[in-house]
């Protein structure tokens, strides 16, 4: 199962490289330059791929961050990771949890055929405000991901019965 995750990462990873290239403006380029450097200093290896995303390997998963062309000032960048459907994480599990997954504050969570998207989008001027949050997006990812991956039915039921009761909802009679 796992060799079917990384062919399908793989081939996921092909057609993001094999995008056309995107054309910067000079603030562009040096948005993405800015954190491919930061990110370099962080011990990382991020490489600019053909089509000018930047795509970074860390502890085994895929992230990419994407730089627009069509915005300016400010420009808007998305941050991404992509988990595929296994075992663990099926398209119904996840669109179970999809309402509880878009709590998350800052991430934005797309289903697709082959797995599950994490976004988080922003609008800036320069890198610092991607740089100093950038732990905190990782953190969230694998936050959603273990909740998608560790998530049983059963759970469901439970949130379900734990909610308030009728009589404990209800407006006290001397509130009216």
Request: aromatic share 10%; charged share 25%.
């Amino acid at each position: 199962m796992k060799k079917i995750c990384f062919i399908i990462m793989t081939l996921i990873g092909c057609l993001m490289l094999k995008a056309e290239p995107k054309a910067f403006n000079e603030s562009q380029t040096q948005l993405r330059d800015s954190i491919a450097e930061f990110l370099t200093e962080e011990g990382f290896r991020p490489q600019i791929v053909e089509s000018g995303d930047i795509m970074v390997k860390m502890m085994g998963d895929i992230y990419w961050i994407q730089v627009s062309t069509k915005d300016s000032v400010p420009m808007y960048i998305c941050f991404n990771k992509t988990i595929a459907y296994n075992d663990l994480l099926t398209r119904n599990v996840a669109d179970t949890l999809l309402n509880t997954l878009q709590e998350e504050r800052g991430i934005k969570t797309r289903l697709y055929d082959a797995g599950v998207v994490f976004m988080a989008e922003m609008y800036l001027d320069n890198a610092h405000p991607f740089i100093s949050k950038f732990y905190g997006f990782i953190d969230a990812f694998d936050r959603l991901e273990k909740m998608c991956t560790s998530f049983r039915p059963s759970e469901l039921l439970l949130r379900i019965d734990a909610g308030p009761k009728p009589e404990e909802n209800s407006i006290p009679a001397d509130v009216e």
